[in-house]
């Protein structure tokens, strides 16, 4: 079983900056790719930033040049930083790694979301 804790979303005023954090726990070999998805009210989730193992990135035309994804691989931890943001950032950000557990098998889990509210 493994988990995910996100943290960090937040209310916040356009052009600021939130940094939101993802910590996987349990039976955990290694992590290949880490990502942060979005939805906002009535739309689909999309895929907002990803990073693979050897930190090759890749980010929605949207956030390119003001979002960063990292990650932390000793500590299960990816992170994403959140600049610039605009009203339309507004959503529910989701994190999702794609975990290789003790027993070899390949699992892709989710947080459970964590809200980011762009206003005035």
């Known amino acids: 079983q493994v988990q995910l804790v996100e943290s960090g979303g937040g209310l916040v005023q356009p052009g600021g900056s939130l940094r939101l954090s993802c910590v996987a726990s349990g039976s955990i070999l290694i992590i290949n790719d880490m990502g942060w998805y979005r939805q906002a009210p009535g739309k689909e989730r999309e895929l907002v930033a990803q990073?693979?193992?050897?930190?090759?990135?890749k980010y929605a035309d949207s956030v390119k040049g003001r979002f960063i994804i990292s990650r932390d691989n000793p500590g299960n931890t990816v992170y994403l930083q959140m600049n610039s943001l605009k009203l339309e950032d507004t959503a529910a950000y989701y994190c999702k790694m794609s975990v290789v557990e003790f027993s070899s098998r390949n699992v892709d889990t989710w947080g459970q979301g964590t809200p980011v509210t762009v206003s005035p």
């Open positions: 990073i693979s193992r050897g930190d090759g990135t």
